[in-house]
T-cell receptor, first 114, second 114 residues
Framework: ETGVTQSPTHLIKTRGQQVTLRCSSQSGHNTVSWYQQALGQGPQFIFQYYREEENGRGNFPPRFSGLQFPNYSSELNVNALELDDSALYLCASSLGTPRSYEQYFGPGTRLTVT | GDSVTQMEGPVTLSEEAFLTINCTYT??????LFWYVQYPGEGLQLLLK?????DKGSNKGFEATYRKETTSFHLEKGSVQVSDSAVYFCALSAPDFGNEKLTFGTGTRLTIIP
């Protein structure tokens, strides 16, 4: 059974640029959630995708957007990067229905905005 | 809104000491409760969970009991090892959102010294 994978591992971008982060969900999982973890903080929910549709969004501006593909992999896109976007971005997959209660996290992508 | 408050760190203990990390929550309804662990340079791993009041979650010698009356989910271990050094996050998942958004505490860094 393959776990959740994310790419790239690390990324350095300049303020104002755009970035795309990728996530492959665990085999059999149809739900992907994205979280932002600033240094020394707990993860903050960005949004969730269930069967290619957005299924809930946290308190993040519209320049944070996402996609889920038919194979349930997912992308997180961030436009007009700001310095405060520097963080570890975590992807988690789960079986969305019936509620599985368990989310399996990938290792994360460390984004640095300079 | 939902929130999780956990014990400030860092916590430093000697090997074989007893561990308690406090966690309290605020939520509407009856959330599911979780403890996640993050080892250096890695993503989050689910340590244990409880989905209803008075449930006890346990794994790898760690335990936590869902106490609705005190809105708490304290993590305990009777005898810690050096390998338990990590950051521990308490989290909840509210039942009525239609998604499995996790709300995390700020994390408690645990260091075990030989």
């Amino acid at each position: 059974e393959t776990g959740v994978t994310q790419s790239p591992t690390h990324l350095i971008k300049t303020r104002g640029q755009q970035v795309t982060l990728r996530c492959s969900s665990q085999s059999g999982h149809n739900t992907v959630s994205w979280y932002q973890q600033a240094l020394g903080q707990g993860p903050q929910f960005i949004f969730q995708y269930y069967r290619e549709e957005e299924n809930g969004r946290g308190n993040f501006p519209p320049r944070f957007s996402g996609l889920q593909f038919p194979n349930y992999s997912s992308e997180l896109n961030v436009n007009a990067l700001e310095l405060d976007d520097s963080a570890l971005y975590l992807c988690a997959s789960s079986l969305g229905t019936p509620r599985s209660y368990e989310q399996y996290f990938g290792p994360g992508t460390r984004l640095t905005v300079t | 809104g939902d929130s999780v408050t956990q014990m400030e760190g860092p916590v430093t203990l000697s090997e074989e000491a007893f561990l308690t990390i406090n966690c309290t929550y605020t939520a509407t309804g009856y959330p599911s409760l979780f403890w996640y662990v993050q080892y250096p340079g890695e993503g989050l791993q689910l340590l244990l969970k409880a989905t209803k009041a008075d449930d006890k979650g346990s794994n790898k010698g760690f335990e936590a009991t869902y106490r609705k009356e005190t809105t708490s989910f304290h993590l305990e271990k009777g005898s810690v090892q050096v390998s338990d050094s990590a950051v521990y996050f308490c989290a909840l998942s509210a039942p009525d959102f239609g998604n499995e958004k996790l709300t995390f505490g700020t994390g408690t860094r645990l260091t075990i010294i030989p």
